[in-house]
């Protein structure tokens, strides 16, 4: 790259002794022209496969580093991604999404299947790096990102970087990776060819409020959804939008920047042998203090693997190392219910410092609700149904973080910082007169009251059968008076409820749907989408194989024939989960 010194122009107003004594000085100050090494660009191709739209915020995020490094990067879902367009790739990034039992994002299935078949295609000219997104708490972490490593590496691929497997503080892990994976790709051992790839050109909207810089919005209502009597309690929270710089679309989720309980964060500060005002840093922050951190940042009421580890080779202890050597189960049973504040009573001074605080506690990741209010129909405000999670485990009252803190402690009027998550896989058809199925017992009910207020809203005439499912219809039938009124005026087609507890034997969402089997199916053959919102360790399981069952024994399908049905609803984008 050539550097090149100004000059003044002929035409400028001076005398030819001035001209001179300038071009000399301007001389000085830029030396002669120096030749450069220009650096080399490099088109990188980056594969999202998202569940909730993390891996893809990621993959864009990555884009932006790699521009910014002079590089061509290229994004897109792994869905519709032909292996022999991959093949073809030289350098490839992936971010990699697992949920529910080590399970692969909708939008991955198809990709999956046809990489682990016998028909793959070898990748010797492959180089790429993957980094995996997970949850620590649950068995099978990261499986799927692990699973398409060792594949690559088995067709022939290789690596630039180690795979990353990532706990759900993403960004944290993220920052630590990028720049090993920028350096990587700096030293190539392959040269580049100039490979179309195919990029989303989706529209995404730009929010000036985001995780980073949450908004903090007002809470202007809360209402409780079950009845007193309930064993469960879900509330209703609206927060105003009217000043934020925020929108979103029916499907689309709330992310909650929630705080422990300061209850449990003063116990916890009684208990250890450092005060409150000391100071750690957490990767790219300025210090906090102890009692910041604690309430803010760092998750105090789940106890992981890593936790304990660390923790157990810090005190030096037996009974936990034995644990960590035991089998999956007996580990499993001691986290569970367990906090910080179990092993600070347990094994009382083993930390010493704040440091060694923040090095053994993972951070507080914030909390995503569905979005139940429609844009169209609500206005400046957002809706959020929340499950709150309240139990009593060792003798001590445990609570899910986010919901205990908006539907217990914070009162109407608290400003919560929220930002949206955007959920592209998860929106109404684009087509008003399209029939939709939704599935959602629970909670998962959320995203279809969004549904059902949009489509009235802007009039859409699509027939609408909402599934909705809970314990009792008498303490626990979540908006029971607007679905019903969304049923008296013909707006929900059909709606069928499953109160799995208000007869002698259970009843679910899954058994409603073989029941009206061949109405299902046939509104699938009307060209109906499918939705399905909520657990996916248990009911979004049952659901799916409801569902082939429905296609094989009403379709007059072999079992074959009925997953290659099922298939192409995900391929035709018929078929839509958002499950947790």
Not at 75 to 86: F, K, M, R, T
Request: charged residues 25%; aromatic residues 8%; contains cysteine.
């Amino acid at each position: 790259m050539t550097k090149m010194m100004p000059l003044i122009p002929e035409d400028a107003p001076f005398s030819a002794e001035q001209r001179a004594w300038l071009n000399s000085l301007l001389e000085g100050l830029f030396p002669a022209p120096v030749q450069t090494e220009s650096r080399k660009n490099y088109r990188v191709s980056l594969f999202f496969a998202s569940q909730g739209g993390t891996a893809e915020r990621l993959a864009k995020k990555m884009a932006k580093l790699l521009k910014e490094n002079g590089h061509t990067p290229t994004v897109q879902s792994v869905e519709g991604l032909a292996l022999p367009v991959l093949a073809q790739e030289q350098y490839a990034l992936f971010f990699a999404s697992t949920y529910g039992d080590g399970e692969p994002p909708d939008c991955a299935c198809a990709f999956r299947d046809a990489l682990f078949a016998d028909t793959a295609p070898r990748m010797e000219g492959l180089r790429y790096s993957i980094f995996c997104l997970g949850d620590k708490t649950y068995e099978y972490f990261c499986r799927f990102g692990i699973e398409l490593d060792d594949r690559l590496l088995a067709l022939g691929g290789s690596r630039i970087t180690g795979r990353i497997e990532s706990d759900v503080d993403v960004d944290a892990s993220f920052s630590g990776w990028s720049g090993q994976f920028l350096q990587g790709l700096s030293e190539p051992t392959k040269t580049v060819n100039d490979i179309a790839a195919a990029v989303d050109s989706s529209t995404v909207m730009t929010q000036t409020h985001t995780r980073e810089n949450p908004y903090h919005a007002r809470l202007v209502d809360k209402l409780l959804l079950t009845h007193p009597s309930s064993s469960k309690q879900t509330v209703h929270v609206s927060f105003d939008l009217t000043d934020a710089e925020l929108q979103y679309e029916a499907g689309d989720a709330c992310g909650v920047l929630a705080q422990n309980d300061p209850v449990l964060v003063d116990e916890i500060l009684t208990l250890l042998p450092f005060p409150a005002t000391d100071t750690a840093s957490l990767p790219k922050s300025e210090p906090l203090t102890v009692e910041e951190l604690l309430r803010h940042h760092l998750q105090i009421t789940k106890l992981t693997r890593k936790v304990i580890q660390r923790f157990a080779e810090k005190a030096k202890c037996r009974t936990l190392s034995s644990l960590l050597a035991s089998e999956a189960g007996e580990l499993e049973t001691y986290l569970y219910g367990r906090g910080l504040i179990d092993l600070l009573h347990t094994y009382p001074g083993v930390l010493s410092n704040a440091t060694e605080l923040v090095e053994l506690l993972p951070r507080l990741a914030p909390r995503l609700y569905s979005i139940s209010s429609s844009p169209s129909a609500h206005g400046r405000e957002l809706h959020c149904t929340i499950g709150v999670v309240s139990y009593i485990a060792h003798g001590r009252e445990r609570g899910g973080v986010a919901s205990t803190m908006l539907g217990q402690r914070m009162e109407v009027g608290a400003r919560v910082p929220i930002y949206l998550q955007p959920n592209k896989r998860f929106r109404l058809p684009k087509s008003s007169t399209t029939p939709i199925i939704m599935i959602g017992p629970g909670t998962g009910v959320a995203p279809f009251r969004a549904f059902l207020h949009e489509r009235r809203a802007l009039g859409h005439t699509g027939r609408n059968w909402l599934f909705f499912g809970e314990r009792s219809a008498k303490t626990d039938f979540l908006y029971c008076r607007e679905m019903k009124s969304f049923v008296e005026d013909g707006h929900l087609t059909r709606f069928d409820t499953a109160f799995s507890r208000d007869q002698e034997h259970k009843v679910y969402v899954q058994d409603r749907m073989l029941e009206s089997g061949a109405e299902l199916f046939r509104w699938l053959n009307d060209g109906a989408s499918l939705y399905v919102c909520g657990d996916a360790s248990r009911m979004a399981k049952d659901v799916d194989i409801a569902l082939h069952r429905i296609v094989e024994n009403h379709g007059g399908l072999t079992a074959e024939a009925a997953q290659e049905y099922v298939s192409a609803l995900h391929e035709q984008h018929r078929y839509h989960r958002d499950v947790y």
